[in-house]
């Protein structure tokens, strides 16, 4: 009975019958998952793939490409059906039943993850076919991912020896733990905090839309006023417009003490997290983590990555406190005499921009609804590389307010599926970010998502994208493209599988049409009448696109040395004696980041205490890259402004099929300054950065 029982369970789960889904292009039947389909899945997609692992060693033949590192790269896929699908949800679409699998799941696929690395008949056949690699005969991409899979195995732990190894998976697992409960942290302790206003006066500032957002916020929670809360939506707008100078000093601290303590308290978790890393690296003979963690980057080492910092510390720090100065004096002629403390500078900036360029998001949302800039942002895709996006309602989706398209190219072939997933909720993390639900491989088209948390419509409006929100769809929407347009024969080497500071490249790319007329033309029309944006906003918006853009410099380099500093650490993280452990944390973070800081310290927080890019993402040791794509994306895009110059328009073909094939098409089938240099013709230089942003060498 108890095996019909299995049985019958196994039938009636989605996963296990993943190869007869009727779903079109074979996507998730999302209407038919449950929470509990996940761990049997899970279970069995280990068995199945640690089962493929022990054919491999145990095949009688002699190594070779085919049958051990192809055998390798194509094992697993039952369980990359369920990963797929399981962990894009823990970030668009949780609960606390979900969260509840991931921290039972966590320590299980650390300890699949370990099996797999350590496995020294497997590794042994690795290393038989890697010692030959000079007389096969493979191909650029087959070559690649031999050295990526080697590499990756004994940067993994293969050549420990067995105590190492042991340790090894033991520190593995204990890792996998901190970063999730430090992100689930995050989630939870921004989702808890909220602040309820029953004095409209005190909302004095804030434009009609955002109270109406914040009275359905309250009417939610069946309350009466206007509820304030961490999520973007409500964050940006009040450190904006709100007058209220204790709200917004509030709201800061609020968002800045997020895990601070209390019940969701991260303190423990990043010492531990960066002292776990540490000792990961020391199995390795490596100082810190970063000297582990940058082999295979761009960068290439923890030297290289604190010239870069400090080169653009020093072109842009004088800049940024000359801004902070301007603001400043601009304040004070409103009659704010006092310090500019964090929560005042949106607000005065916001004021100044408008003062020196007569333009605001009051002036550019209804230019900027939501059907329309999809329209314009899939318009651009479409004149620079051939694509057009096809809604698909038979196409299942994971919530109500996601769309999903089907992506053909300019033959009309099918490319790939597109989920877009626009506006915040309780379940979804802050932030916006891309990922694959399934990968591209061979003939097997990838099906991509973007999740963003954008201006929802209200009772009487349509939603409006601010300029940010928009510039921060194309981003997303580059690495989506850097997804969609992938053309690679190995999952492992498709899309943005590249090294961190390579992949924010298609992203950053993306976001330097908005300023250009020729773009907005195509899509940014009133709500109301109808009418294209005018060429005078559009001068204003050129005029201000350099706006504090070095305080927003040296506020990225902030992070960046925030991440190095916790990641060079070559002693384990020890709290002094004469400090508690979160003041310890505390002024180790305000000290990485002094040598950048233009705006007063507000004691008792700090951002780091969220920073998930680096504590629960993938970018520690890597948040640089994104100011080093940054490098990439105003170098490539000069060779567009050259084309443009040239023929009088940036959709130039010519540029946008280079880049397709160079950049977006190859992934990482080769080293990706390599790719940069086939698109380009030489190295990328820093003049183009320095020029895009008004600063003097």
Not at 595 to 613: D, E, I
Not at 661 to 680: C, H, Q, T, V
Request: overall charge negative; charged content about 25%.
């Amino acid at each position: 009975m108890a095996a019909m029982a299995v049985t019958m369970l196994a039938s009636a789960n989605p996963f296990f019958h993943y190869k007869e889904w009727k779903t079109p292009h074979g996507t998730y039947p999302f209407n038919d998952i449950r929470p509990e389909h996940y761990m049997p899945a899970f279970e069995e997609g280990i068995k199945q793939g640690l089962a493929e692992i022990d054919a491999i060693v145990n095949n009688p033949a002699a190594p070779t490409f085919k049958n051990t590192i192809e055998a390798y790269e194509k094992s697993g896929e039952l369980l990359s059906i369920v990963a797929g699908c399981f962990y894009n949800l823990t970030s668009a679409e949780t609960n606390d039943e979900l969260q509840a699998i991931a921290m039972e799941l966590s320590p299980k696929m650390s300890e699949y993850s370990a099996t797999i690395r350590l496995n020294e008949g497997l590794f042994a056949r690795i290393k038989a076919v890697y010692d030959q690699k000079d007389k096969l005969k493979l191909d650029a991409a087959q070559q690649k991912l031999l050295e990526d899979i080697y590499e990756s195995f004994a940067n993994n732990g293969a050549n420990l020896n067995p105590e190492q190894k042991q340790v090894y998976k033991e520190l593995s697992a204990k890792l996998s733990q901190l970063t999730l409960v430090y992100g689930q942290n995050v989630l939870k302790a921004t989702n808890a905090w909220t602040m309820l206003i029953t004095n409209e006066a005190d909302l004095a500032g804030l434009k009609d839309d955002t109270k109406a957002m914040l009275r359905a916020n309250a009417e939610k929670k069946g309350m009466e006023g206007w509820l304030l809360d961490l999520k973007p939506t409500t964050y940006i707008p009040v450190m904006e417009d709100c007058q209220n100078r204790d709200i917004r000093r509030e709201l800061y601290t609020a968002y800045n003490t997020r895990a601070i303590g209390g019940e969701y308290d991260n303190t423990q978790i990043i010492i531990d997290i960066v002292n776990t890393r540490l000792a990961l690296a020391n199995l390795f003979d490596k100082a810190c983590h970063a000297d582990k963690s940058l082999t295979n980057t761009c960068a290439e080492s923890k030297e290289n990555v604190m010239n870069f910092l400090d080169q653009l510390r020093e072109s842009y720090m004088p800049v940024a406190l000359q801004e902070v100065a301007e603001l400043q004096e601009f304040a004070k002629s409103k009659g704010f005499y006092a310090t500019l403390q964090p929560w005042d500078w949106s607000f005065y900036s916001k004021q100044l921009k408008e003062e020196k360029y007569a333009i605001s998001d009051d002036l550019l949302r209804p230019y900027f609804q939501k059907e329309k800039v999809v329209e314009g942002v899939f318009g651009l895709a479409k004149r620079l590389y051939g694509i057009t996006f096809k809604e698909n309602k038979n196409i299942q989706v994971y919530h109500p307010d996601v769309t999903a398209y089907e992506v053909f190219d300019e033959k009309g072939k099918f490319l790939a599926v597109y989920y877009a997933d626009f506006h915040p909720r309780e379940g979804k993390r802050g932030g916006a970010w891309m990922n694959n639900f399934q990968e591209q491989y061979g003939k097997h088209r990838p099906h991509v998502v973007n999740v963003m948390n954008f201006t929802q419509a209200t009772d009487s409006k349509p939603a409006l994208f601010s300029y940010d929100e928009v510039e921060t769809f194309l981003h997303e929407f580059g690495h989506g493209l850097h997804g969609m347009l992938t053309k690679c024969q190995y999952a492992a080497q498709n899309g943005t599988n590249v090294p961190r500071d390579f992949v924010e490249l298609p992203s950053q790319f993306n976001e330097n049409f908005l300023s250009e007329k020729e773009f907005l033309d195509t899509f940014a029309k009133h709500y109301e009448t109808g009418e294209v944006i005018p060429q005078d906003l559009v001068d204003k918006i050129q005029a201000a696109a350099n706006y504090h853009v070095a305080y927003a410099c040296v506020r990225q380099l902030s992070f960046g040395y925030l991440d190095m500093a916790w990641h060079t650490l070559t002693e384990p993280f020890v709290v002094p004696e004469t400090l508690t452990a979160t003041e310890a944390v505390i002024k180790f973070g305000d000290e990485a980041m002094v040598g950048v800081q233009v705006l007063p310290l507000v004691s008792g927080t700090h951002m780091q205490y969220a920073f998930t890019h680096i504590f629960s993402g993938g970018y520690a040791a890597g948040y640089y890259s994104y100011k080093w794509s940054e490098l990439l994306d105003a170098d490539a895009y000069s060779v567009f402004k050259a084309a443009k110059a040239k023929n009088g328009s940036i959709f130039d073909k010519k540029a946008a099929e280079l880049y397709r094939k160079n950049i977006l098409e190859k992934g990482g089938s080769a080293k990706p300054m390599d790719l940069y240099r086939a698109f380009r013709g030489g190295e990328p230089s820093i003049d183009a950065l320095l020029e895009r942003d008004g600063i003097k060498k």
